[in-house]
Structure formats: C-alpha cells, structure tokens
C-alpha cells in the first residue's frame, strides 16, 4: 500500500506540472470561504481536499480496492481522529476551567470536510460561533 500511495502520488504531482491535471480549486478560495464563515461551502466539505486522492476511475479493480483502503485509512488517521482529539481537548479545557475565556484558533484542515473540531464540540452539546474577519472579539 506504501508504494502505491507513494506512485500515486508521484503520478499525481507529474500531471500537476505538466499541466494535464488541477486542483479544482486554489487556496485563495478556501481563505475566502473560511473568512466569510462559509464552512458549509463545497469546496470545505471534501476531506479528501487534505490528503492526496488515490481512488482514479481509470485504475484496474485489484489497485481501485487498494486506493478506497489507503483513502479510508487517511480519512479516519489522518482527519477524524485528529479532529476528535483537537476537540476533547477544547472540551476538557473549558471543562477544568469554567470561569476563564478562551480564544481558540485553528487551522482551516479542521474545519474541511466531516467531523470537523467544531462537529465533535457540538456533539458535546457546545455552541460555536464563527466570528468573520475584522470583526472585534
């Protein structure tokens, strides 16, 4: 599975430069979206946006199974369990100290895609709010 993320991902960065093969979108668009709170938006709701895409129509059957457990395998590694974690620990913070504010940051990848930081804090029953660019906390 190493070797054939490894090509895949070769073959993938080839095309990039070659110019047979874009990103459907560009980082301005993911700042954009992320700015005016559009978390909803298409282009963050694609987990795969944060780990390279191994499932190819074009591949034969034996490397199409191979490249959906490689995908799988990222998504819940790489995505979910990073997001859960990022949230018990928001939780456990406010949670052992209840009459401090906190401001939390994070990275736009926590707010891409399912089970976001900010789906594992309102399954814990916590509101969240974005609050836009420029505007005063």
Do not use: W
Not at 116 to 124: G, H, S, Y
């Amino acid at each position: 599975q190493v070797v054939f993320a490894l090509n895949q991902t070769l073959l993938q960065q080839e095309s990039l430069r070659a110019g047979s093969f874009q990103i459907p979108y560009a980082t301005e668009d993911l700042i954009k979206h992320y700015n005016c709170g559009d978390l909803s938006s298409i282009i963050l709701n694609h987990d795969t946006s944060q780990v390279p895409n191994f499932i190819n129509a074009t591949l034969p059957a034996h490397e199409r199974i191979i490249a959906q457990e490689i995908d799988s395998y990222f998504r819940q590694e790489l995505i979910y369990k990073r997001n859960e974690r990022m949230g018990r620990r928001v939780k456990d913070l406010l949670e052992e100290h209840p009459e401090e504010s906190f401001f939390f940051a994070f990275g736009a990848g926590h707010f891409m895609g399912n089970n976001t930081v900010i789906d594992v804090l309102r399954r814990e029953g916590y509101e969240v709010e974005h609050t836009p660019a420029g505007q005063a906390i």
